[in-house]
Nanobody, 126 residues
Framework: QVQLVESGGGLVQPGGSLRLSCAASGRTFSSATMGWFRQAPGKEREFVAA????????EYADSVLGRFTISRDNAKNTVYLQMGSLKPEDTAVYYC???????????????????WGQGTQVTVSS
């Protein structure tokens, strides 16, 4: 199967920046759509961003548009989420997700993804 290992979470002050990484095992990374989701306490898991296999197409939730950037390095089997202008509302556990079969578009729904990372905590507080 596919294993995803996340890193980069932590505590940051409002207005600060943080970069999350997710490293994937296997040979199929370059054919996979990769996404980032987050879940705050008491709330449903929600879509944050996703990127096409080649990196040519990206999607963002309205709440993070202009502040977050998703990218990938297929040579390293790694997807990144660069987070800037962080707000307390961004506090959540962040998960990376993997979809191995192409749909022709970038999905935003949880059920479309096949594998998930363990999650990394991001806390935005002064």
């Amino acid at each position: 199967q596919v294993q995803l290992v996340e890193s980069g979470g932590g505590l940051v002050q409002p207005g600060g920046s943080l970069r999350l990484s997710c490293a994937a095992s296997g040979r199929t990374f370059s054919s996979a759509t990769m996404g980032w989701f987050r879940q705050a306490p008491g709330k449903e898991r929600e879509f944050v961003a996703a990127i096409s296999p080649s990196g040519g197409s990206r999607e963002y939730a309205d709440s993070v548009l202009g502040r977050f950037t998703i990218s990938r390095d297929n040579a390293k089997n790694t997807v990144y989420l660069q987070m800037g202008s962080l707000k307390p509302e961004d506090t959540a556990v962040y998960y990376c997700a993997f979809r191995g079969r192409a749909l022709g578009f970038i999905p935003r729904n949880i059920a479309s993804y096949d594998y998930w990372g363990q999650g990394t905590q991001v806390t935005v507080s002064s």
